[in-house]
């Protein structure tokens, strides 16, 4: 079954389809359909169910092990809320799996008091009018969702046009630097060093760029991001071998007699020993915030075109 026939036959079934993912409801409960393909063939789904409350872990691995024939049940990382269900197959068999899958799935869910969520997502309130992909398929005002989504194109077109490359580099490194701030007083007051407070220089950087108004173009904000955020750790290196040395030896030279000795005195092997493990733990926070880093006005306009594509508005008081 190719893409577009399975796309067809979801719309047939009355789900609503954007891009190349399929939103329903099974039982009253939301769900995505994300479709594998390989060779322009679907050959497996991921369905995904965002659910209020957990199954208990002995109800779960239960329906894990009865679902094996059909499929493998899996939480989406560590939220419990989100609950997937993969199936193989082809044609008729792939459907037939996962109406069998959905249909012992939502039982259980019904079985164990485990309901919709009721609150939106955007606003925290009750009373959704409607349904839309924000995270998983969940319950939601169609206002709040047209809102936010419109909002989040609008500031990506006005970024577009007005955006700046050097006000945006210059608010990164302001941004590294003040994420390097906790780094220094731990290195220098309690002599340690923090993985997580290393990651904070990209973070910094990232959130500087943003709030100087750079503009957000893959290309430009993640070397801006990495190259910042490498430099920042070699200046912290040095800050802080400059104030130990100081402080150790009661001798405050210039800072650019400092510089002199430090080049001088170390090899380029030296200072890799020194900011190697700080680097690994630079990378780990760059590691982190890459979701965020690599998000640029293409991604916003698009995630927020899928999120009001799957927009599907049902009575009040749902
Ligand atoms: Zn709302």
């Known amino acids: 079954m190719q893409l577009q ?22 039982q009253s409960f ?17 369905a995904l169910f965002k659910v209020a409350g957990t199954l208990p872990n002995k109800v779960f691995s239960d329906l894990r092990k009865n679902l094996k024939p059909l499929g493998s049940l899996a939480y989406q990382g560590t939220d419990k809320s989100m609950i997937l269900f993969t ?31 009721q609150q ?14 924000v995270g998983g398929y969940v319950p939601v005002h169609a206002s709040c969702v047209q809102n936010q989504a419109y909002g989040a194109i609008a500031q990506a077109e006005n970024n577009r046009q007005t955006g700046n490359y050097a006000l945006g580099i210059l608010g990164a490194l302001l941004g590294a630097l003040v994420g390097s701030i906790p780094t220094v007083l731990l290195m220098l007051f309690l002599h340690m060093i923090s993985a997580w407070l290393y990651a904070l220089i990209p973070l910094g950087a990232y959130y500087g760029y943003k709030l100087c108004k750079g503009k957000m173009v893959k290309g430009v904000v993640i070397p801006v991001v990495v190259i910042l955020s490498l430099l920042m ?3 912290v290196e040095l800050t802080v071998t400059y104030i130990s040395v100081g402080r150790e030896y009661k001798w405050w030279m210039s800072v650019g007699e400092f510089l002199v000795r ?52 049902k009575n009040a008081g749902m």
């Open 233 to 235: 750790v070699m200046v």
């Open 262 to 313: 430090y080049f001088d005195a170390m090899s380029f092997g030296d200072i890799m020993m020194d900011i190697g493990m700080p680097l690994l733990f630079t990378a780990l926070g760059i590691f982190i915030s890459w979701d965020q880093i690599r998000r640029s006005n293409i991604d916003i306009e698009t995630s927020a075109d899928l999120t009001l594509k799957s927009l599907f508005r």
């Open 87 to 117: 199936c193989a197959g082809s044609d008729a068999d792939l459907w037939n799996k996962l109406t069998m899958g959905f249909t012992q799935i939502t039982q259980c869910f019904w079985a164990n008091g485990i309901g919709v969520p």
């Open 30 to 46: 939301p769900f995505t359909m994300n479709p594998h393909v390989r060779n322009n063939e679907v050959t497996s789904v991921t």
């Open 5 to 26: 026939e399975f796309l067809n036959s979801a719309a047939q079934q009355h789900m609503v389809v954007a891009d190349s993912l399929a939103f329903g409801e099974f």
């Open 120 to 133: 939106c997502p955007l606003c925290h309130n009750g009373g959704c009018d409607s349904l839309a992909f």
